[in-house]
């Protein structure tokens, strides 16, 4: 079953606006990515963020964590055009070797 | 995409057929993943590789199995496709254990008939 849960499943807005993205896990994690996937391409790897961590930036890119109530934002500022695409959170919940578990994502839509 | 390349990008066949999605990497990583990508699913963990040799299985891992002989080289095999194979399905690779960050490849469109 998925780990994490992207809300909302789908989101437009217009150039310039800031985007805003949640997921909601349900167990402990040692840390929580974000993955950007362009349409017909693989995922990109955007941020990571530690369990003992609350906030993190990079670029336009501002991810909270908050682990009492088991969610992490995606906020993606001054949003442009070539920022449409879907966005996946992914957890890690044991350190090992078995990989990340990803939501099922929230389609970005930028409209010019 | 990282080095990753997957091969073939598209691919149709039939049921029953077997059937090979390979996945090369140049980055020299350890640990090798196999994705599918489903409509309302997300992301979907098949099988994976901690090493040469060395594999495990995922979520969804039955009705595939996976081969590494060499570093560069991950094989997902589908013994007999069936219809609910139909999928996108995507390599990755990492370079630790510690999940920190994974590279992937460009995706096979795999339709069975």
């Known amino acids: 079953s998925q780990q994490g849960e992207e809300d909302p499943q789908a989101l437009s807005i217009q150039e310039g606006e800031n985007a805003t993205m949640n997921c909601s896990y349900k167990?402990?994690?040692?840390?929580l990515q974000w993955y950007r996937q362009n349409s017909g391409r693989g995922l990109v790897h955007l941020i990571l963020i530690r369990s003992n961590e609350r906030e993190k930036h990079s670029g336009r890119l501002r991810v909270t964590l908050d682990t009492s109530k088991k969610s992490s934002s995606l906020l993606i500022t001054a949003s442009r055009a070539a920022d449409t695409a879907s966005y996946f959170c992914a957890t890690d919940t044991g350190g090992g070797a078995d990989g990340l578990t990803f939501g099922k994502g929230t389609h970005l839509i930028i409209q010019p | 995409d990282a080095g990753i390349t997957q091969s073939p990008r598209h691919k149709v066949t039939e049921t029953g057929t077997p059937v090979t999605l390979r996945c090369h990497q140049t980055e020299n990583h350890r640990y090798m993943y196999w994705y599918r990508q489903d409509p309302g699913h997300g992301l979907r963990l098949i099988h994976y590789?901690?090493?040469?040799?060395?594999?495990d299985k995922g979520e969804v891992s039955d009705g595939y199995s996976v081969s590494r002989s060499k570093t560069e080289d991950f094989l997902l095999t589908l013994e007999s496709a069936t219809s609910s194979q139909t999928s996108v399905y995507f390599c990755a690779t990492a370079q630790g254990a510690t999940n920190e960050k994974l590279f992937f490849g460009s995706g096979t469109q795999l339709s069975v008939l």
């Open positions: 590789s901690y090493g040469v040799k060395d594999t």
């Open positions: 167990t402990s994690i040692n840390n």
